[in-house]
């Protein structure tokens, strides 16, 4: 029995072991490099060590302070609330791999063979723990997944919020009616099936019908809002932009010659978040969406993410001369939109070296519309905040399911508690976090004898 049970922990698919290994150990390599890292906070480190102005150590214990916390508390948590691994989990992992190896050609090789174990065991890793948890007397592990149920329902309200930090109240109350609206329209409607034209109708999700609605029209401000053109006579004023592009010409063109390497990571991992394989998620709420089967709208919310990180990883990039590994996440849509797995390496190949051969100009055109650049920085913020909002509740929802009563008053504790903390929890993490510690409370109390 014992047997069995191990060798079942050890059964991983080679495809998708495989692949994780092999995206695993190049984000690992160009973290060595200095080509590119996946946290945003590490990469204006990068030009400092690269130029002399920071020794290897000190990049080394920096990279690991920033990184180890959101994994341990950010990444893993999520990636245990589904079958499928957060990508915090796996690119945090080798961009603290990558700066601690040595910057010489051993250091180069030992970088990629680390990340390829660590990947491996990453993924072996979380299924043997979801593996031990279902073995518990109380199994938590269907009740965990109830932790994302509010996200769906809310991300579609994000717009909204997003209009009103950057227009006005009145206007996201507008915008707020207009997704509600949508949603009780799709509600009523149920299918579509033009007539009797289709023999299957389509099936309209109404989360998914409101988020768009919401979307199109907060780009509707957006777009609306374009920077102040110059007078008869007078020389357009160069935008802040540009005049970065200007400076750091030489650190955009040093991206460009990694170019072939960011493409193969921007393919493969399309591939891995495709949702026939559905290896890797961009964020929490695609996280929950693909775990659900609903491919359409993880696609929508992976579309959002990318755009509101259009501005922070394209000014990052060209002021420091690195890159993410994932580029501005587009490739994460580029993968969710196909089943088919060399589609989704070529559309991932082909959005990253578009990316990269843009650079420059993405940054231009942003400052031609200044209401988009500020859009994508209120939809990290009002994103973040909904996560916090809808993480909590749903840890309480899912903690109350394993622990009546008690389930409730352990989050709201714990949530409470940590803000009182000298080194703080990611707050968006406490809800799984929370729900993982009722559920080992619950089967301590089952072992305990108290029923």
């Given at each position: ?164 930090y950057q227009y006005g109240y009145r206007k996201g109350i507008w915008v707020l009616i207009a997704t509600l609206a949508g949603y009780i329209a799709t509600k009523a409607m149920g299918s579509l099936s033009f007539g009797g034209a289709l023999s299957k109708p389509v099936q309209l999700d109404p989360n998914g019908v409101a988020l768009l609605i919401s979307m199109i029209v907060m780009f509707y401000f957006a777009m609306k809002e374009r920077a102040p053109v110059a007078g008869d006579g007078q020389v357009p004023a160069k935008g802040a932009n540009e005049m970065l592009v200007g400076l750091f010409s030489t650190r955009i063109q040093r991206i460009q010659n990694n170019i072939w390497l960011l493409v193969l990571s921007g393919g493969l991992t399309a591939v891995a978040s495709s949702m026939s394989l559905s290896l890797l998620a961009e964020g929490p709420v695609s996280l929950q969406l693909m775990a659900q089967g609903e491919g359409a709208n993880a ?153």
């Amino acid at each position: 029995m014992e047997y069995e049970f191990f060798t079942r922990l050890m059964e991983i698919d080679p495809l998708k072991a495989g692949l994780l290994a092999v995206i695993g150990g190049i984000s690992t390599m160009m973290a060595n490099r200095g080509i590119a890292v996946f946290h945003d906070g590490l990469r204006p480190l990068m030009p400092e060590h690269l130029e002399g102005r920071m020794n290897r150590k000190t990049l080394a214990a920096t990279s690991f302070a920033l990184s180890f916390g959101l994994v341990i508390g950010f990444g893993i948590p999520f990636s245990l609330t589904a079958p499928i691994i957060l990508v915090h989990s796996l690119l945090l992992g080798t961009d603290v791999i990558g700066t601690w190896c040595a910057n010489s050609k051993k250091g180069f090789v030992l970088s990629g063979v680390l990340g390829a174990l660590y990947a491996i065991a990453l993924m072996t890793g979380l299924r043997s723990v979801v593996d031990i948890f279902a073995h518990l007397p109380v199994n938590f592990m269907n009740n965990l997944s109830k932790v994302g149920d509010p996200i769906v329902a809310c991300f579609a309200l994000f717009p909204a919020i997003v209009v009103a930090y950057q227009y006005g109240y009145r206007k996201g109350i507008w915008v707020l009616i207009a997704t509600l609206a949508g949603y009780i329209a799709t509600k009523a409607m149920g299918s579509l099936s033009f007539g009797g034209a289709l023999s299957k109708p389509v099936q309209l999700d109404p989360n998914g019908v409101a988020l768009l609605i919401s979307m199109i029209v907060m780009f509707y401000f957006a777009m609306k809002e374009r920077a102040p053109v110059a007078g008869d006579g007078q020389v357009p004023a160069k935008g802040a932009n540009e005049m970065l592009v200007g400076l750091f010409s030489t650190r955009i063109q040093r991206i460009q010659n990694n170019i072939w390497l960011l493409v193969l990571s921007g393919g493969l991992t399309a591939v891995a978040s495709s949702m026939s394989l559905s290896l890797l998620a961009e964020g929490p709420v695609s996280l929950q969406l693909m775990a659900q089967g609903e491919g359409a709208n993880a696609t929508l919310v992976a579309l959002a993410r990318a755009i509101s990180f259009v501005p922070l990883v394209g000014m990052t990039a060209i002021a420091t001369g690195v890159y993410s590994p994932v580029g501005m996440k587009f490739v994460f849509v580029a993968g969710l939109v196909t089943n088919n797995l060399w589609i989704a390496f070529i559309a991932g190949s082909v959005i990253m070296f578009m990316e990269i051969k843009l650079l420059a100009k993405i940054a231009v055109w942003l400052d031609k519309y200044p209401g988009v650049k500020a859009c994508g920085d209120h939809i990290r913020t009002v994103i973040t905040r909904m996560l916090e909002v809808s993480l909590l509740v749903g840890g309480m929802i899912a903690s109350n399911a394993i622990l009546p009563g008690m389930g409730f008053m352990v989050v709201a504790g714990i949530y409470l508690l940590n803000r009182t903390s000298k080194r703080p929890l990611v707050e968006m993490a406490i809800g799984p976090i929370a729900t993982i510690v009722v559920g080992i409370l619950a089967n301590v109390i089952y072992l305990m004898g108290i029923r």
